[in-house]
């Protein structure tokens, strides 16, 4: 167990929905990655927060965003959704903003869109 | 811009032979690399990094890595593998002190024959 908890840990949806991803990173974390793991793209960064503000981003797209709030704590928000959205959805955390720091994975929210 | 190419997509031993899972890197900085190691249903472990110190990096589990600036290159090593190595393994680069974030290859489906 790593300690980051992720919920909800599958969720169903339709194509044009919206849905809410949640991360809670381990204590004493400040820093939260989210990432898309996906059969024909792979694993795929997507956007960084340390202590509440935009670190890094990565591919993530205009339909996605992603907060950390005060707590710590981090969502990614995905709208409009399509079908190619349909991935396993990783949050991470580590102590410090570098990326050289471990990074400690959730076990993921897999999200199928029908 | 960095990259991260992982020259083999699955490789199959026998239990108790040697692993060498490879790695080839870009990068435009001066790169952190690592392995992570999922298994089924799980989320990501680092099994080990390098962060420009000693160029051989001893990980988890017996595997280690060893960076080669030449070659690009920063291949996974075990002398013996066992059955609960069965995993997918990820090389991943960071550059410009993670402010481009993780990259990530497509991953090496590591197979354990009895």
């Known amino acids: 167990d790593s300690g980051v908890t992720q919920t909800p840990k599958h969720l169903i949806t339709a194509t044009g929905q919206r849905v809410t991803l949640r991360c809670s990173p381990r204590?004493?974390?400040?820093?939260v990655y989210w990432y898309q793991q996906s059969l024909d793209q792979g694993l795929q960064f997507l956007i960084q927060?340390?202590?509440?503000?935009?670190?890094a981003k990565g591919n993530i797209l205009e339909r996605f965003s992603a907060q950390q709030f005060p707590d710590l704590h981090s969502e990614l928000n995905l709208s409009s959704l399509e079908l190619g959205d349909s991935a396993l959805y990783f949050c991470?955390?580590?102590?410090?903003?570098?990326?050289?720091?471990?990074?400690?994975f959730g076990p993921g929210t897999r999200l199928t869109v029908l | 811009a960095q990259s991260v190419t992982q020259l083999d997509s699955h490789v199959s031993v026998s239990e108790g032979t040697p692993v060498l899972l490879r790695c080839n890197y870009s990068?435009?900085?001066?790169?952190?690399l690592f392995w992570y190691v999922q298994h089924p249903n799980k989320g990501l472990q680092l099994l080990l990094k390098?962060?420009?110190?000693?160029?051989l990096v001893k990980g988890i589990n017996g595997f280690e890595a060893e960076f080669k600036k030449s070659e690009t290159s920063f291949h996974l090593t075990k002398p013996s593998a066992h059955m609960s190595d069965a995993a997918e393994y990820f090389c991943?680069?960071?550059?410009?002190?993670?402010?481009?974030?993780?990259?990530f290859g497509k991953g090496t489906h590591l197979i354990i024959q009895p």
């Open positions: 927060y340390y202590n509440g503000e935009e670190r």
């Open positions: 390098y962060t420009s110190a000693a160029t």
């Open positions: 991943v680069v960071s550059g410009r002190g993670g402010a481009d974030g993780l990259t």
């Open positions: 991470a955390s580590t102590k410090g903003g570098g990326a050289d720091y471990e990074q400690f």
């Open positions: 204590s004493g974390d400040l820093s």
């Open positions: 990068s435009s900085y001066s790169p952190s």
